[in-house]
Every structure is written in C-alpha cells, then in structure tokens.
C-alpha cells in the first residue's frame, strides 16, 4: 500500500494545514517532541505535499507514521479489532545466546523483534521510540492473514473451491481479465492479468490504484484492477500483485457478509488470544486494504505465528480445513530466487520454512520443525532494495544455527 488517499477534495492550503496538523500529533504520539526534531523533518513537518505517497517519504517521516498509520484521522480510515479477553501467555524462556544482535537490529533499522520458540519469549527487543505496546503497520505480512481468511471461509462454507473462478464472488469483473480467473491463481498470483509492483516508479499500478478515484458504486480496487489487460494465460506466470490481494479482501467480505476486521477479529484475532487491539485502513470505498495495512503488536504478530505452527487450530477447534496451511505454505510458484518460492499469499523456503513479508523490513517467519517464530518491524533505508533485505534472510538462518546449537 503506498498511498494514502482522500485529501483531493480540500484546497491545496487547506491539505498543508491538515497535514501538518495530523503529522505533529503523529510525532507526539511516537513519543517525538516537534522542537526536538532534526532540521530536515521539521522542514518536512511543516511543508508537507499534496501528494501522500508514503513511498516519498523521508525515513525520519516514516519512523514517527509507521507505528501510526491508524491515527491520521483526515487521511486515513480504520476499523478496530478488539484483543482477547483471555490474551494467550507467553511465557519468557531461555534468553537466546545471538552475538551483535545488537549491530543487527541497528543496521536493519528495527523497532521491534520478538524471538519464540517453544511458545517461549527467546529475545525481544525495541528500537525506534517503540515499544511492546505500540502497533505498527504491516504493509504485506498482511497478505498472509488475508489468505488464511480465505481458509477460514472455505472451512465456513462461505467458499466453495479455490478453483471457483473469482467472478463469482465479484460480478463486478465479469467481462475483465479476471473473468477467468480462479481464486487459487489470485492467492498464487499467477492470474496473468498485466501488473506492475516496482515500488520506486511513481508510474507503476501499485504507486497509483490506491489514488485512481473508483467507478460509480463499484469497489476502488475492482475500479481499476478490472480495466487491467491479459498479459499472459491464467495459472502460466508469477507476478507479485498487491492490487490482486486487496480482490481476494474483497472476495472475502462478499462471500462471508462480513467485513475483514469483523472475520478476522471473530475467526483468529480474539479466539488465538491477541492481547492487543488491532486495526485495519480501509480504501476510499470503505474495504480493507487486504493486501497491507493491518497495525499491530509485534508481539501479536508473534502469536499469529504460533497460530500457524498449531495448524489453526484453537482449543482443538479447526478455523481453516486440516490440510490449509500445508497447501498455504508449500512452493505453488517458482520466483526465480534459488530455495525459495511462493505459496498463498506466503514466501516459502525448501527446509519447509515459511514467512509473511512486508515492504521497510516487516515480517513473520515460522519454521515448524524447531517450533521457532521471529517476527520483525522495521523501516529500511528502501522499500525492498539495499543491503537489509539479505542481512534479514542471513539472521534467520543465524537463530536457526543457534537453536541447532543448544541440542
């Protein structure tokens, strides 16, 4: 999600003045004073564009907006999903030996990492002002809870098939590229349809579909997604599509009734014990932006994937069908990139690893086999670009080794 829309229809003074507004109370939010800020950001502050591109933003903006996203009330609009009434335990263990973590964290630019295994805090650590509290934007980890929705509604039988063609649920892109399209090949993202995700072209779709105002009484995103053209035959080629994921949000609350905050909040959030509120921005029509978005703890990103290592179940209770997360999270799609793949809506890796990842340095990884889940925030230098990326990739394989030592 690199935008954020809804300022068009104030006057050009009038969105400085708001702006400016929102963003200092964003900074004191973050725990920043506006006159301790270097020169640069208070310039930024107080000149602050028309165009809302976070993708612009200097990283100093990004480190006061990241953590809140859900409170810029003027540019953006959320739903809340309440916490647990019970919030699952976890219980601090064995402080995990990983010499310069702390030179890691600061090269990846951290706010927060909570290290589990066993279902035992391992490490946990702050950067940033931040702290176990405070939520922080997702941006793509939450691909991966939306196509777990996908489970859970199949498991609901809100969904008949994956193979049920996505036209069905959307009558809107009947007549589209879409149109043939199966949901299996929209959680693959191997629909076919033309798609460009380079996020440091302004020109790019996933730097403009957020901005391109909707069609009368039609979903933003099947707005523009549905005027897109066939590049390739369905099921024959992978893309990574954002626009595609934020479908399947709309998919979902088409077949359910329900909203994506509502399903999630009634199937995972409050059942798997988040001990946190959560909330989920929303589209200028409404929709959550499925495909990111979702503010959170990291600690109850870290539950989310102890979810995923029991299989989704809760209390012995399935959400998603018992084979779910083994069709989730195995390699549907080559990606070019040597012992790793794609699943739905999951990056995969040959040792049978499995990660949520998101733009600036989000994300969840889980390796059943050593019961381990590392969720991360951060704010890169770059989107997905620069040395952290690798250096991210080089620490998970480092807390393996280390958990493979203790034995």
Known sequence: MPSIPDLE?????????????????????????????????????????????????????????FRAMDRLPILIRSREIAPSSIPLALPVGKPLNLPGIDDYLAAQHAAGIVILQDGQVRLERYGLGFDAAGRWSSFSVAKSFTSTLVGAAIQDGYIQSLEDKVSRYIPDLRGSAYDEVSIRQLLTMSSGVRWNEDYEDVNSDVSRFVDAPPDPGVDATVSYMRKLP??????????????ETNLVGVLIASATGKSLSQYLNEKIWRPAGMEGKATWLLSKTNQEIAGCCLQASTR??????????????????????????????????????????????????????????????????????RHLVIASNADWARADNGPEPAAREAFYRRVQAAIDAEK
Do not use: C
Request: proline share 6%.
């Open 300 to 369: 109850d990103y870290a539950r989310f994937g102890l979810f995923v290592l029991a299989n989704g179940n809760i209390h012995g209770q399935p959400i998603v069908p018992a084979d779910w997360f083994a069709q989730a999270t195995r390699k549907h799609q080559d990606i070019g990139v040597k012992g790793m793949g794609y699943g739905f809506f999951w990056w995969t890796y040959d040792d049978g690893s499995v990660a949520a990842q998101g733009i600036y340095g989000q994300g969840i990884f889980i390796d059943p086999s």
């Open 230 to 243: 066939r590049a390739h035959p369905p099921g024959e080629f992978w893309n990574y599509n954002t626009g």
């Open 9 to 65: 229809t104030s006057t050009p003074m009038r969105k400085r003045t708001l702006a400016l507004s929102i963003l200092l109370v964003t900074v004191t939010a973050a725990g920043v004073g506006f006159s301790t800020l270097d020169k640069e950001t208070r310039g930024f502050l107080e000149t602050f564009p028309t165009n809302t591109d976070l993708l612009t933003w200097p990283q100093a903006q990004r480190d006061a907006a």
